[in-house]
Each structure stands twice: as structure tokens, then as C-alpha cells.
């Protein structure tokens, strides 16, 4: 299809959006009359208004697979082409197919980094199933945005080569395998070589301990890792731990994760550490805590969001028998192991609230 005078909304400044979606194509900011923006999903549409004025970008003509790209991306937030009638004339908008899509509000950078993997899904799954998929999207972008604009020093003054990049896997979770060549600590560049990671965003963990009681709670559920691997017993004990949401600090998702699991309110914050748990195979990088809460008796009980099909046992500890866990091996779970380490050896500073 081939468009003439283009009209796209505000959320094309982005340029990672418009890069990832148009290529090199030159946007000119106009202003126009008798159009008003709307959002739909991640994006903005137009709908003609009378004495109505909005801050667009014009796009020259767009053939072939431009066009299709970014037909097929408004129609993921429920947009479609359609000539319209502004001040300056005719024009082409994008307008709602019925209604528009529920706006979502991500960072401009976060947005520009869910591109690639949204693009990524033309031609396999719908523009329906695809905004589906939006949220987890946004929630690898947004670890991917945290871990460009992160402070680092690498060790190799110089940059991997990707020469191609693969989804063999894309729902809730993703699989990326790319054919790449790495520096190597004798200056040169390895042979290109084919390697997969399992992809996910970042997550917290948090281990509440009250420090008068001295005790802790844990929670438990079934987790299908240990199952697939083929464990005896694939209900794990852990700290509180999920998904940090676009727009979300670590410790604001930690929050959020204690209510909806436990229905406990957290107090002060101390930093566990930050790492990756398999830097091998999976990109999941945690953010651990241990948080000071009021646990009395008969605060334990049954959690979790009944929409993302949860079911999630809590349960006190004595510090003695989170200790015990630890000796024993009962406690398997590496998060909730390094952060029972911890707090063994800051117990004291945090009974005293030094």
C-alpha cells in the first residue's frame, strides 16, 4: 500500500519506536487542525474534530514492507489507515478500528527497547494476540533499558558482533538464540558461534524478618523447574519474590509482592545484593532484599493472585529454624539461601537497629 501525506502521532518521536518500525525514514513535525490525538495502547491515533489542533509528524510515502510494518504495528493498538480531513487538506491518520486499546504508559526508553521484540512477531501471532503479549514485553524491555543505562566498566574495551538473531520461542517468557562473535582477552574476535538464552525480566526477592520475634516469613509453592527436572518434591520454599513491572523500582515491586502473596506490609529495606543467578543460560537478573515486618502469630495463611493462577503457602520461622533449613538442605532455593546467609551475619546490627 502506498501512503501520501501520513499523519503519526506524538509517540514517533521516540526513536527507537520509529527506527525499529520505519527504518530511516525522515518524520516532519507539523501542526495540523481539525485532528485530535488519542491514545490506543502504547501509541496515539487521530480523529477528526472540528476547531480541534494537534502536534503531529508527517511521513513521506512509505511502499512495500514500510508500509506493511507499520499498518501491522498500529493494528497491534487497535489502529487503522484512513483518509481523513485536516486544515491543510487530505490526509492519511490512524485511526481506532472501534475503540481505542487501552492506553499503556511505559518509559519512552523502555518503549523504544520493546520494539525489536514486538516487530518480532509479525507473521507469526495476530495483532490481537500480539498486544496480548505486550505487557511481558515491556517487562523484558524495561530490564534490558535498566541494564543499558546502568553504570559498568567491561572488561573488553570493544563489542560483540551479532550476526543474526532468532526467536524460536515468544509467550510469557521468550527464547532469543543469535549467531555471535565475542572479544576474546588476547584482542581478537572469536569465531561466530550460535548461543541461547532464556529470557526474562528482572525480578526481587524479599525475606521478612522481624527482628524482635526473630523470626522470619517464608513462602511456598509449586514451581515447574524443579518439576520438568524431574524433583520428588516440586513445591519450593522461598523468600517473596516476582517480576518488577515497568516504572517500578526494585523496592516498589517488593512491596507490591509482599501484599499480593502474603498480605504483609514491609518496613526498612537492606540490600541483600544484585546479580545474576545463571548468567549461562537465562538473562534474569535479581534485585534481594531483606525487609524488617511485624510477624506475629497467625499472620501466616494462603496468597497469590487468583488471575495469574497462584497458590501460595506462607509460614513462620524461627531464626533457628531458617538456620536449620540451611544446614540441611531443606532450603534449595539460591535467593532465599544467600539472603538466610545474610541475615546470619547482620542479625545482631538489625535486633539492635544500629
Not at 497467625?298 to 540451611?326: K, N, P, Y
Not at 540441611?328 to 535467593?335: A, E, F, I, Q, V
Amino acid at each position: 500500500m502506498v501512503f501520501g501525506d501520513l499523519v503519526l502521532g506524538s509517540a514517533f518521536r521516540n526513536d527507537g519506536l520509529a527506527r525499529a518500525v520505519l527504518g530511516d525514514v525522515t518524520l516532519v513535525p507539523v501542526s495540523l487542525t481539525g485532528l485530535r490525538e488519542v491514545p490506543s495502547g502504547a501509541v496515539c491515533g487521530h480523529v477528526p474534530e472540528d476547531g480541534a489542533t494537534c502536534d503531529a509528524l508527517m511521513c513521506p510515502q512509505l511502499v512495500g514492507e514500510g508500509g506493511a510494518r507499520l499498518d501491522w504495528l498500529m493494528a497491534v493498538m487497535g489502529l487503522v489507515p484512513a483518509a481523513v480531513s485536516a486544515g491543510q487538506g487530505r490526509v492519511v491518520a490512524y485511526v481506532p478500528k472501534t475503540s481505542p486499546r487501552p492506553q499503556v504508559r511505559v518509559d519512552p526508553g523502555v518503549l523504544g527497547e520493546a520494539m525489536s521484540e514486538l516487530m518480532a512477531c509479525k507473521g507469526r501471532f495476530s495483532p490481537s494476540a500480539s498486544f496480548a503479549r505486550l505487557d511481558q514485553i515491556l517487562v523484558r524491555a524495561a530490564s534490558r533499558h535498566r541494564a543499558r543505562t546502568a553504570p559498568a566498566v567491561p572488561a573488553i574495551d570493544a563489542a560483540a558482533q551479532v550476526a543474526q538473531t532468532r526467536h524460536p520461542y515468544m509467550n510469557y517468557f521468550t527464547l532469543v538464540e543469535q549467531d555471535i562473535a565475542f572479544p576474546r582477552f588476547d584482542g581478537t574476535l572469536s569465531s561466530t558461534v550460535t548461543r541461547a538464552a532464556f529470557v526474562s525480566g528482572d525480578a526481587v526477592t524479599v525475606l521478612p524478618y522481624d527482628p524482635p520475634r526473630d523470626r522470619v516469613l517464608m513462602i511456598e509453592q509449586f514451581r515447574f523447574g524443579p518439576w520438568l527436572r524431574g524433583s520428588g518434591n516440586p513445591w519450593c520454599i522461598e523468600a517473596i519474590a516476582g517480576r518488577i513491572d515497568p516504572g517500578e523500582t526494585p523496592e516498589q515491586a517488593a512491596r507490591r509482592e509482599a501484599v499480593e502473596e502474603a498480605g504483609l506490609t514491609l518496613g526498612r529495606f537492606h540490600s541483600v545484593g544484585n546479580y545474576y543467578p545463571s548468567p549461562g543460560a537465562v538473562t534474569e537478573y535479581l534485585y534481594s532484599y531483606v525487609a524488617e515486618a511485624d510477624l506475629p502469630d497467625g499472620c501466616e495463611g494462603l496468597g497469590g493472585v487468583e488471575g495469574e493462577h497462584e497458590d501460595i503457602r506462607s509460614m513462620i520461622w524461627s531464626f533457628d529454624e531458617l538456620m536449620h533449613a540451611v544446614r540441611t538442605g531443606r532450603l534449595d532455593n539460591g535467593p532465599a539461601l544467600m539472603s538466610a546467609l545474610w541475615l546470619q551475619a547482620h542479625r545482631t546490627r538489625l535486633q539492635t537497629g544500629a
